[in-house]
């Protein structure tokens, strides 16, 4: 992936929450409608996403967009959601012509516990393609809920 299209993340724990910050190229496609806050089906906008995977197929969906929209999920099983539209607390930190970022405090609480694996990714549009990107890519088309494609977190939480 050309540097101009590298997600850069950096998380960090606190007594009560994951946070995670992150900067990610902005192309400038079409914003959801509605007010910034909980939105479904994010997904069929630029996005970043993180997973988060416990025992058990047990996981938390993050995905965030450049205009303030965020979705949470868990799941239970490959897809099979058990909560959603979970409240956060987020923030825009900046946009500017060719970046975004922006950050979210995840509640400890809404994590599988305990996390064992994890996977980050990002969907985005350009030149009328839409591009799926994996930190961990699994088999075959894109897939983000292949739960096997995701590796071991690298701290405990």
């Not at 993180?50 to 799941?75: A, M």
């Not at 099983?77 to 825009?92: A, D, F, H, Q, Y």
């Not at 950050?103 to 030149?127: D, F, G, M, R, T």
């Amino acid at each position: 992936m050309p540097a101009n299209r590298q997600i850069h993340f950096v998380m960090s724990l606190t007594n009560e929450n994951l946070v995670i910050r992150w900067r990610a190229p902005n192309l400038k496609n079409d914003s959801p409608e509605g007010a910034a806050g909980p939105l479904w089906e994010l997904w069929n906008y630029d996005v970043v996403e993180f997973f988060f995977l416990g025992s058990d197929e047990h996981y938390l969906e993050l995905e965030f967009g450049p205009y303030g929209h965020y979705l949470v999920l868990e799941l239970k099983g490959v897809r099979k959601i058990i909560r959603r539209m979970l409240p956060l607390k987020t923030s825009l930190h900046s946009v500017d012509d060719e970046w975004w970022s922006g950050a979210a405090e995840i509640p400890l609480s809404y994590l599988p516990q305990p996390v064992q694996k994890w996977n980050a990714y990002a969907i985005y549009k350009e030149n009328n393609n839409r591009h799926f990107c994996a930190l961990y890519p699994g088999e075959g088309p894109p897939d983000f809920h292949q739960l096997a494609a995701f590796s071991n977190i690298p701290f405990p939480i």
